[in-house]
């Protein structure tokens, strides 16, 4: 998942980008709103946390933007703001989620993937698909019974196929759900993550298609 963090306030901006890179996601951090139009004008987002309160202006005022020339990603609000009269503005705007500061980092990454699984269709967080038992809210997997231990990269690269059963990502596609721009990234870490999974969760869990990417295996 490619995440688009708005978020002036440099410590709790630089926490949450950890957090995110940590559980393997790709997150670019912006702190201000001019600078988050220049960044979705190049790359596409699946998910935007932001900050209602920044220097050049109102999160509210961009996200109604946002959903006025009928952007439907995914926002997550996190502020400082806490009156229930905030939190309907928010969620009347187009906001998915509403989270106030302070707020535990481990609360953020449970919202972030309910947001997401909202928006793949599947909501349910517990998921079969062939001998494989998924639990997406816990992180975990069990293969026949076994469980796998997947690192955050190979989880965040397998929950990107999970979430689009039949669709091919290419591997640029892939990359971007995995690194923020302008991170170096070795020409074969791709392929060398696919390599993994398959290993530990099954040889015909994810399908190449030769110069086109890949996708979810059959179940």
Do not use: C
């Amino acid at each position: 998942m490619r995440i688009l963090l708005i978020e002036d306030d440099t410590v709790l901006g630089a926490a949450v980008r950890d957090q995110i890179a940590a559980d393997g996601q790709s997150v670019d951090w912006v702190t201000r709103l001019d600078a988050a139009d220049d960044t979705m004008a190049v790359a596409a987002y699946d998910l935007i946390l932001l900050d209602l309160m920044l220097p050049d202006g109102l999160g509210v005022g961009f996200l109604k933007r946002l959903r006025q020339r009928g952007d439907v990603t995914p926002v997550i609000i996190l502020t400082a703001l806490d009156q229930i009269s905030d939190r309907i503005e928010g969620l009347n705007a187009g906001a998915d989620d509403y989270l106030v500061k302070p707020f535990d980092l481990s609360e953020l990454t449970a919202r972030i993937g309910s947001v997401a699984r909202r928006y793949s269709g599947n909501p349910n967080p517990i998921i079969t698909h062939g001998a494989l038992d998924i639990d997406i809210a816990a992180r975990s997997i069990h293969r026949a019974g076994k469980s796998v231990q997947l690192t955050a990269r190979e989880w965040a690269l397998f929950d990107a196929l999970l979430a689009r059963p039949g669709q091919l990502l290419s591997k640029g596609q892939l990359e971007d759900k995995l690194y923020a721009h302008g991170a170096e990234v070795e020409s074969n870490t791709i392929e060398v993550h696919i390599s993994r999974l398959r290993k530990k969760l099954g040889a015909k869990v994810i399908q190449t298609e030769r110069g086109m990417g890949y996708r979810l295996g059959p179940s």
